[in-house]
Each structure stands twice: as C-alpha cells, then as structure tokens.
C-alpha cells in the first residue's frame, strides 16, 4: 500500500486565494482525521471522520475552512478566503478503526504558505 | 477536552545515553496513549502505545510508562543512536478524541 497520499505537497498562494488540499487515506481504513502543525500551537486536530461522515469539527479554526469526504477514498480540506495566519503544515492521517483510538497513519502533509 | 503537556521541550542527550520525555494529561478518561516520532520533513509516525490497562510496554529500545493516578506517562529510549534524533509527540485519548501534545525536540549527539 502507498500509505496516506496527499497533495499538493507545497502551495504558495496569495491572501484571499482558495486553497484546496487533497487526501487520500489507506485503502480500507474507516477514520480520516486533518490536522494544521505550527511551531506556536503544535499539532492541531482540525476535523475528523468516521466512515464518511464528520464526527468532530470543533477544530476548524472559523468559517474559511471547510472539509468533505465524498467518499471512503478521498478528501478535501478548503480554505476560502486565505490568510498569512493559515500558513502551516496540513496533515491527513487514516486509521483503521472507526473513532481514531488507533494507529493513527501520516501522510507527508501539505507545506502552506499564504503572501 | 484533553489537555497534553510534554517536559522538556528540548533534549539532548551522548549518543549511547538514555532519554526520557515525560508527558501529563488532564482527561481522567483518556485511555489510550500513543508515541509519535516526527523526522524532518514527514509525518508523524507511531513508535509505540500503551492502553490504561497495563502500567509499562516495552519494544527494544524503547519503552513507555503510564501511572493514572498521577496523570502521566512517559517515553524511555535506551542507547540512543544519532538515528533517534527527532520530534518526539505524546498523545492521549480522551472523549473519543485525540489531543497532541506540543514535541519535545531530541537531539542524539555521536
């Protein structure tokens, strides 16, 4: 298996840009979870799913960011208008078991950077 | 929900030497707490868990200790290599929810 695949693995986009960041979790897993990391806040849960469905999003920073998961192969997390504060690094990550209580499985995450 | 600090911060150690990061949590829930090791420019990466039911789990040179009266646990590496060197996250389970703590930078000096 590939493991977590995400993309773009870099962005660099201008305030008031959209940003879409794009994930695809192991094949057969049942909880997808997107986190930001920065070096003042760490790493932060901002959303996660379970079998598709959003389970806790009280990490989503404000209303510019939104996150679906059409389906069990794929994600999308979007920032709608960007920020220089929204600048970090975006991780998805997918466990196999539903609620996250598990081996919680990295993609390489999305290095962004707002002007 | 779930509050997770880890102590030091930063931490080096002589290669050869052990390491040990410790964390605390606020959740008396929590349940489940898992290691991640973090290298330059990947992902997080589970080294190790523990589960609430056992105090001590140990995987070659690695080990982690959980005490839940106290509300911490922590992670032992034994004969650090320069491969240890790292960002290591404490994690805990509360309220079905995992919460992070901030890293603790080890650097493993040959």
């Known amino acids: 298996d590939a493991g977590v695949i995400q993309s773009p693995r870099h962005e660099v986009t201008e305030m008031g840009q959209e940003v879409t960041l794009r994930c695809k979790p192991i094949s057969g897993h049942n909880s997808l979870f997107w986190y930001r990391q920065t070096m003042m806040r760490g790493l932060e849960l901002l959303i996660y799913?379970?079998?598709?469905?959003?389970?806790?999003d009280s990490g989503m920073p404000e209303d510019r960011f939104s996150a679906k998961m059409p389906n069990a192969s794929f994600s999308t997390l979007k920032i709608q208008p960007s920020e220089p504060r929204d600048s970090a690094v975006y991780f998805c990550?997918?466990?196999?078991?539903?609620?996250?209580?598990?081996?919680?499985?990295f993609g390489p995450g999305t290095r962004l950077t707002v002007l | 929900g779930e509050n997770v600090e880890q102590h030091p911060s930063t931490l080096s150690v002589q290669e050869g030497d052990s390491a040990v990061i410790k964390c605390t949590y606020s959740?008396?829930?929590?349940?489940?707490f898992p290691w991640y090791k973090q290298e330059l420019g990947k992902g997080p990466q589970l080294i190790i868990d523990?589960?609430?039911?056992?105090g001590e789990k140990k995987d070659q040179r690695i080990a982690v200790t959980l005490n839940k009266t106290a509300k911490h646990f922590s992670l032992h590496i034994t004969e650090t290599q320069p491969e240890d060197s790292a960002v290591y996250f404490c994690?805990?389970?509360?309220?079905?929810?995992?919460?992070f703590g901030k890293g603790n930078q080890v650097v493993v000096i040959p």
């Open positions: 523990i589960r609430s039911n056992v």
């Open positions: 994690a805990a389970a509360g309220n079905n929810r995992l919460a």
């Open positions: 959740d008396s829930a929590s349940n489940y």
């Open positions: 990550a997918s466990t196999a078991l539903a609620g996250g209580l598990d081996e919680q499985f």
């Open positions: 799913f379970n079998n598709n469905v959003p389970i806790d």
